[in-house]
Protein backbone atom coordinates (compact mmCIF):
# COMPACT_ATOMS: atom_id res chain seq x y z
CA UNK A 1 0.00 0.00 0.00
CA UNK A 2 1.04 3.57 -0.71
CA UNK A 3 2.41 5.74 2.36
CA UNK A 4 0.33 8.93 2.88
CA UNK A 5 2.70 11.71 2.74
CA UNK A 6 2.04 15.11 4.23
CA UNK A 7 3.20 19.05 4.19
CA UNK A 8 5.81 18.58 6.20
CA UNK A 9 9.38 20.09 5.31
CA UNK A 10 11.24 16.52 6.00
CA UNK A 11 8.53 14.68 4.00
CA UNK A 12 8.49 17.02 0.81
CA UNK A 13 12.55 16.17 1.18
CA UNK A 14 11.72 12.26 0.73
CA UNK A 15 9.66 12.69 -1.97
CA UNK A 16 11.66 15.05 -3.78
CA UNK A 17 15.00 12.27 -3.53
CA UNK A 18 12.76 9.48 -4.22
CA UNK A 19 11.50 11.71 -7.56
CA UNK A 20 14.78 12.54 -8.04
CA UNK A 21 16.23 8.37 -7.67
CA UNK A 22 13.57 7.97 -10.88
CA UNK A 23 10.55 7.24 -8.36
CA UNK A 24 6.97 8.08 -8.84
CA UNK A 25 4.31 8.91 -6.60
CA UNK A 26 0.90 11.11 -6.69
CA UNK A 27 0.76 14.28 -6.13
CA UNK A 28 -2.24 17.38 -5.76
CA UNK A 29 -2.48 19.73 -7.73
CA UNK A 30 -5.18 22.37 -7.88
CA UNK A 31 -7.05 20.17 -10.56
CA UNK A 32 -7.04 16.46 -10.46
CA UNK A 33 -4.01 14.23 -8.79
CA UNK A 34 -1.26 14.24 -10.99
CA UNK A 35 0.89 10.52 -10.75
CA UNK A 36 4.74 12.59 -11.34
CA UNK A 37 7.63 11.68 -12.06
CA UNK A 38 11.08 13.01 -13.17
CA UNK A 39 10.26 14.15 -16.53
CA UNK A 40 13.40 13.79 -18.29
CA UNK A 41 14.28 10.69 -17.57
CA UNK A 42 13.25 7.33 -19.39
CA UNK A 43 12.47 5.01 -16.17
CA UNK A 44 10.08 7.13 -14.46
CA UNK A 45 8.34 8.47 -17.68
CA UNK A 46 8.10 4.73 -18.51
CA UNK A 47 6.61 3.72 -14.78
CA UNK A 48 4.12 6.00 -15.39
CA UNK A 49 2.75 4.59 -18.45
CA UNK A 50 3.22 1.30 -17.07
CA UNK A 51 1.36 2.08 -13.55
CA UNK A 52 -1.51 3.59 -15.54
CA UNK A 53 -1.80 1.40 -18.41
CA UNK A 54 -1.53 4.64 -20.40
CA UNK A 55 -1.47 4.15 -24.06
CA UNK A 56 2.19 5.63 -25.43
CA UNK A 57 0.47 7.32 -27.84
CA UNK A 58 -0.81 9.59 -25.27
CA UNK A 59 1.71 12.31 -24.65
CA UNK A 60 2.08 13.33 -21.10
CA UNK A 61 2.20 16.86 -19.14
CA UNK A 62 5.05 18.52 -17.69
CA UNK A 63 4.64 20.75 -14.77
CA UNK A 64 7.07 23.37 -14.07
CA UNK A 65 7.52 25.94 -10.88
CA UNK A 66 8.15 29.22 -12.59
CA UNK A 67 9.44 30.64 -16.00
CA UNK A 68 12.68 29.47 -15.85
CA UNK A 69 11.69 25.89 -15.68
CA UNK A 70 9.21 26.61 -18.93
CA UNK A 71 12.47 27.90 -20.47
CA UNK A 72 14.69 24.82 -19.79
CA UNK A 73 12.23 22.42 -21.81
CA UNK A 74 10.60 24.77 -24.88
CA UNK A 75 10.38 27.70 -26.52
CA UNK A 76 8.42 30.16 -25.82
CA UNK A 77 7.02 32.84 -28.05
CA UNK A 78 5.76 36.65 -26.75
CA UNK A 79 2.23 35.04 -27.09
CA UNK A 80 2.79 31.75 -25.08
CA UNK A 81 4.23 34.65 -22.52
CA UNK A 82 1.08 36.82 -22.43
CA UNK A 83 -1.16 34.19 -22.36
CA UNK A 84 0.99 32.29 -19.51
CA UNK A 85 1.62 35.39 -17.45
CA UNK A 86 -2.32 35.57 -17.32
CA UNK A 87 -3.21 32.31 -16.22
CA UNK A 88 -0.23 30.95 -14.64
CA UNK A 89 0.33 29.36 -11.70
CA UNK A 90 -3.15 27.65 -12.62
CA UNK A 91 -4.83 25.45 -14.28
CA UNK A 92 -3.62 25.95 -18.43
CA UNK A 93 -1.52 24.22 -20.03
CA UNK A 94 0.42 25.48 -23.07
CA UNK A 95 1.93 23.49 -26.05
CA UNK A 96 4.95 24.65 -27.39
CA UNK A 97 8.01 23.73 -29.29
CA UNK A 98 10.10 21.23 -27.27
CA UNK A 99 13.89 21.19 -26.60
CA UNK A 100 15.99 18.40 -26.92
CA UNK A 101 16.10 18.26 -23.29
CA UNK A 102 12.68 16.64 -23.30
CA UNK A 103 12.98 12.73 -23.74
CA UNK A 104 10.59 11.58 -26.86
CA UNK A 105 8.50 9.21 -24.61
CA UNK A 106 7.36 12.08 -22.76
CA UNK A 107 5.66 13.86 -25.89
CA UNK A 108 4.92 10.50 -27.81
CA UNK A 109 7.63 11.61 -30.20
CA UNK A 110 5.89 15.02 -31.27
CA UNK A 111 8.06 17.92 -31.54
CA UNK A 112 6.26 19.81 -29.10
CA UNK A 113 5.36 19.53 -25.39
CA UNK A 114 2.55 20.21 -22.97
CA UNK A 115 3.49 22.51 -19.78
CA UNK A 116 2.13 23.61 -16.70
CA UNK A 117 3.13 26.10 -14.02
CA UNK A 118 0.71 24.51 -10.98
CA UNK A 119 -0.46 26.59 -8.42
CA UNK A 120 -1.59 23.90 -5.34
CA UNK A 121 1.06 24.92 -2.50
CA UNK A 122 1.84 21.70 -2.11
CA UNK A 123 3.22 20.80 -5.71
CA UNK A 124 4.53 24.21 -6.05
CA UNK A 125 6.59 23.00 -2.79
CA UNK A 126 7.50 19.79 -4.27
CA UNK A 127 9.05 21.11 -7.43
CA UNK A 128 11.05 24.15 -5.43
CA UNK A 129 12.81 21.11 -4.00
CA UNK A 130 13.39 19.41 -7.30
CA UNK A 131 15.35 20.83 -10.42
CA UNK A 132 13.89 19.20 -12.98
CA UNK A 133 10.26 19.29 -13.81
CA UNK A 134 7.84 16.57 -13.30
CA UNK A 135 5.39 14.60 -15.95
CA UNK A 136 2.02 14.52 -14.38
CA UNK A 137 -1.11 12.98 -15.75
CA UNK A 138 -3.64 12.26 -13.61
CA UNK A 139 -3.47 9.36 -11.12
CA UNK A 140 -5.90 6.65 -11.95
CA UNK A 141 -5.72 3.86 -14.29
CA UNK A 142 -6.23 4.53 -17.78
CA UNK A 143 -9.76 5.81 -19.33
CA UNK A 144 -11.04 5.45 -15.38
CA UNK A 145 -12.22 8.36 -12.89
CA UNK A 146 -9.43 11.20 -12.25
CA UNK A 147 -9.12 11.57 -8.35
CA UNK A 148 -10.12 14.67 -6.10
CA UNK A 149 -8.97 13.44 -2.96
CA UNK A 150 -5.88 10.85 -1.66
CA UNK A 151 -7.93 8.48 -0.97
CA UNK A 152 -9.17 7.98 -4.81
CA UNK A 153 -5.84 7.85 -5.45
CA UNK A 154 -5.30 4.83 -2.67
CA UNK A 155 -8.57 2.77 -3.90
CA UNK A 156 -7.39 2.86 -7.73
CA UNK A 157 -3.51 2.87 -7.28
CA UNK A 158 -2.70 2.48 -3.98
CA UNK A 159 -0.47 -0.77 -4.67
CA UNK A 160 1.43 -0.09 -7.55
CA UNK A 161 2.69 3.01 -6.08
CA UNK A 162 5.07 4.28 -2.89
CA UNK A 163 3.67 7.55 -2.25
CA UNK A 164 0.44 9.76 -2.25
CA UNK A 165 1.04 12.96 -1.34
CA UNK A 166 -1.71 14.31 0.64
CA UNK A 167 -3.24 17.58 -0.13
CA UNK A 168 -6.47 17.19 0.84
CA UNK A 169 -9.49 17.82 -2.01
CA UNK A 170 -8.46 19.51 -5.31
CA UNK A 171 -10.51 22.65 -5.76
CA UNK A 172 -10.47 22.44 -9.43
CA UNK A 173 -11.68 18.89 -9.33
CA UNK A 174 -11.50 18.58 -13.31
CA UNK A 175 -8.58 18.90 -15.52
CA UNK A 176 -6.45 21.37 -17.04
CA UNK A 177 -7.44 23.62 -20.22
CA UNK A 178 -4.73 23.00 -22.95
CA UNK A 179 -4.34 25.81 -25.80
CA UNK A 180 -1.89 25.64 -28.49
CA UNK A 181 -0.56 28.87 -29.88
CA UNK A 182 2.02 27.67 -32.25
CA UNK A 183 0.26 29.19 -34.80
CA UNK A 184 -0.28 32.85 -34.01
CA UNK A 185 -3.08 32.70 -36.48
CA UNK A 186 -5.08 29.68 -35.75
CA UNK A 187 -4.89 29.24 -31.78
CA UNK A 188 -6.78 26.14 -31.07
CA UNK A 189 -8.34 24.79 -27.90
CA UNK A 190 -7.48 21.08 -27.36
CA UNK A 191 -9.25 20.61 -24.16
CA UNK A 192 -11.78 22.86 -22.23
CA UNK A 193 -11.19 23.53 -18.80
CA UNK A 194 -11.76 25.78 -15.53
CA UNK A 195 -10.04 28.54 -17.86
CA UNK A 196 -12.78 29.04 -20.37
CA UNK A 197 -12.12 29.84 -23.92
CA UNK A 198 -14.18 33.17 -23.61
CA UNK A 199 -11.41 34.71 -21.11
CA UNK A 200 -9.07 33.07 -23.14
CA UNK A 201 -9.86 34.89 -26.60
CA UNK A 202 -10.21 38.07 -24.54
CA UNK A 203 -6.80 37.97 -23.44
CA UNK A 204 -5.52 36.75 -26.59
CA UNK A 205 -7.62 39.29 -28.96
CA UNK A 206 -8.44 36.84 -31.73
CA UNK A 207 -11.13 33.55 -31.61
CA UNK A 208 -9.64 30.26 -30.71
CA UNK A 209 -10.97 27.26 -32.81
CA UNK A 210 -12.11 24.06 -30.47
CA UNK A 211 -9.92 21.34 -31.75
CA UNK A 212 -10.66 17.86 -32.31
CA UNK A 213 -7.38 16.52 -32.73
CA UNK A 214 -5.61 16.22 -29.66
CA UNK A 215 -2.69 13.45 -29.82
CA UNK A 216 -3.52 10.68 -28.20
CA UNK A 217 -7.33 10.98 -28.37
CA UNK A 218 -9.97 9.75 -30.86
CA UNK A 219 -11.57 12.55 -32.82
CA UNK A 220 -14.22 13.64 -30.95
CA UNK A 221 -17.08 14.88 -33.38
CA UNK A 222 -19.09 17.58 -31.83
CA UNK A 223 -19.27 18.23 -28.07
CA UNK A 224 -22.00 16.90 -27.44
CA UNK A 225 -22.26 13.15 -28.87
CA UNK A 226 -21.22 11.23 -26.34
CA UNK A 227 -21.01 8.16 -28.29
CA UNK A 228 -18.55 9.71 -30.43
CA UNK A 229 -16.29 11.16 -27.94
CA UNK A 230 -13.18 8.64 -26.97
CA UNK A 231 -14.35 6.99 -23.51
CA UNK A 232 -12.63 8.65 -20.85
CA UNK A 233 -12.85 9.87 -16.86
CA UNK A 234 -15.47 6.85 -16.48
CA UNK A 235 -16.81 4.62 -13.85
CA UNK A 236 -17.29 0.77 -14.22
CA UNK A 237 -21.06 1.40 -13.43
CA UNK A 238 -23.09 2.42 -16.93
CA UNK A 239 -23.32 5.98 -16.62
CA UNK A 240 -26.08 7.81 -19.21
CA UNK A 241 -26.24 11.55 -18.77
CA UNK A 242 -29.49 14.07 -18.95
CA UNK A 243 -30.91 17.07 -19.68
CA UNK A 244 -33.93 18.96 -18.37
CA UNK A 245 -36.75 16.34 -17.60
CA UNK A 246 -36.25 13.63 -15.38
CA UNK A 247 -34.93 10.42 -16.72
CA UNK A 248 -36.82 6.99 -16.83
CA UNK A 249 -34.93 4.79 -14.53
CA UNK A 250 -35.41 1.63 -13.28
CA UNK A 251 -35.01 -0.02 -9.81
CA UNK A 252 -31.34 -0.22 -8.92
CA UNK A 253 -30.62 3.11 -11.09
CA UNK A 254 -29.56 6.27 -9.28
CA UNK A 255 -29.65 9.70 -10.53
CA UNK A 256 -27.15 12.54 -9.91
CA UNK A 257 -28.40 15.99 -10.26
CA UNK A 258 -26.13 19.57 -10.29
CA UNK A 259 -28.53 21.03 -7.58
CA UNK A 260 -29.56 19.16 -3.70
CA UNK A 261 -32.96 20.57 -4.72
CA UNK A 262 -33.81 18.29 -7.38
CA UNK A 263 -33.18 15.36 -4.95
CA UNK A 264 -36.49 13.44 -4.44
CA UNK A 265 -35.85 9.91 -3.18
CA UNK A 266 -33.20 7.53 -1.32
CA UNK A 267 -31.51 7.10 -4.33
CA UNK A 268 -31.46 10.41 -5.52
CA UNK A 269 -27.90 12.48 -5.21
CA UNK A 270 -26.33 16.19 -6.00
CA UNK A 271 -23.13 17.38 -6.97
CA UNK A 272 -23.59 21.21 -5.32
CA UNK A 273 -25.86 22.36 -2.32
CA UNK A 274 -26.95 25.08 -5.33
CA UNK A 275 -26.13 24.62 -8.93
CA UNK A 276 -23.00 26.28 -8.19
CA UNK A 277 -20.64 24.93 -11.14
CA UNK A 278 -17.49 25.79 -9.18
CA UNK A 279 -18.52 23.28 -6.59
CA UNK A 280 -20.42 20.69 -9.15
CA UNK A 281 -16.62 20.47 -11.23
CA UNK A 282 -15.03 20.19 -7.26
CA UNK A 283 -17.78 16.61 -6.70
CA UNK A 284 -18.10 15.59 -10.18
CA UNK A 285 -15.21 12.91 -9.73
CA UNK A 286 -15.66 12.26 -6.37
CA UNK A 287 -19.31 11.79 -6.66
CA UNK A 288 -18.65 8.93 -9.52
CA UNK A 289 -16.07 7.33 -7.02
CA UNK A 290 -18.15 6.95 -4.38
CA UNK A 291 -21.21 5.92 -6.61
CA UNK A 292 -19.41 3.51 -8.54
CA UNK A 293 -18.95 1.27 -5.39
CA UNK A 294 -21.93 0.86 -4.64
CA UNK A 295 -23.80 -1.81 -7.29
CA UNK A 296 -26.05 0.46 -9.30
CA UNK A 297 -27.58 -0.51 -12.52
CA UNK A 298 -27.34 2.78 -13.69
CA UNK A 299 -26.20 6.42 -13.02
CA UNK A 300 -28.04 9.05 -14.26
CA UNK A 301 -26.13 12.08 -14.67
CA UNK A 302 -27.33 16.02 -15.18
CA UNK A 303 -25.76 17.94 -17.23
CA UNK A 304 -25.23 21.71 -16.74
CA UNK A 305 -26.02 24.36 -19.91
CA UNK A 306 -23.82 27.40 -20.80
CA UNK A 307 -20.10 27.93 -22.15
CA UNK A 308 -17.19 28.44 -19.96
CA UNK A 309 -16.94 26.01 -17.16
CA UNK A 310 -20.79 24.46 -17.70
CA UNK A 311 -19.20 23.39 -21.40
CA UNK A 312 -16.09 21.59 -19.36
CA UNK A 313 -17.66 20.02 -17.18
CA UNK A 314 -20.44 18.90 -20.24
CA UNK A 315 -17.27 17.71 -21.66
CA UNK A 316 -16.25 15.31 -19.12
CA UNK A 317 -19.47 14.48 -18.65
CA UNK A 318 -19.86 13.21 -22.46
CA UNK A 319 -16.48 11.20 -22.10
CA UNK A 320 -17.44 9.72 -18.82
CA UNK A 321 -21.11 8.33 -20.67
CA UNK A 322 -19.44 7.46 -23.90
CA UNK A 323 -19.43 3.78 -25.11
CA UNK A 324 -16.88 1.14 -24.21
P1 LIG B 1 -3.81 13.99 -19.18
O1 LIG B 1 -2.39 13.98 -18.79
O2 LIG B 1 -4.40 12.64 -19.34
O3 LIG B 1 -4.64 14.91 -18.39
O4 LIG B 1 -3.89 14.57 -20.65
C1 LIG B 1 -2.87 15.15 -21.33
C2 LIG B 1 -3.47 15.72 -22.55
O5 LIG B 1 -2.53 16.62 -23.11
C3 LIG B 1 -3.80 14.68 -23.62
O6 LIG B 1 -5.11 14.91 -24.07
C4 LIG B 1 -2.82 14.97 -24.71
O7 LIG B 1 -3.40 14.73 -25.95
C5 LIG B 1 -2.48 16.44 -24.49
N1 LIG B 1 -1.11 16.72 -24.90
C6 LIG B 1 0.01 16.39 -24.25
N2 LIG B 1 1.11 16.74 -24.94
C7 LIG B 1 0.65 17.32 -26.06
C8 LIG B 1 1.29 17.91 -27.20
N3 LIG B 1 2.61 17.94 -27.32
N4 LIG B 1 0.51 18.43 -28.16
C9 LIG B 1 -0.83 18.41 -28.02
N5 LIG B 1 -1.50 17.86 -26.99
C10 LIG B 1 -0.77 17.32 -26.02
MG1 LIG C 1 -6.08 11.65 -17.29
Not at 19 to 35: M, S
Not at 93 to 105: D, H, M, Q, Y
Request: glycine share 10%.
Amino acid sequence: MARILHSDPAHLDLLAHHLAAGGIAAVPTETVYGLAGHALEAVPVAKIFSVKGRPRRNPLIVHVSDWEGVEAIAHVTDLDRMVGERFWPGPLTLILKKKSTVPASVTAGLDTVAVRIPSHPLVRALLRRCSFPLAAPSANPFGYISPTRPEHVETALGPSIDYILDGGICEGGIESTIVSLLDPDEPKLLRQGAIGLESLEETIGQSIRLSTDAPGEKPTRGLLSPGLMERHYSPHTLLRTFRGSLPKTGKGDAIVFLNAASCRGAHHFALSATGQLEEVARNLYDRLYRLDEKGYGTLFLEVPEGDGLAAAIRDRMGRASASP
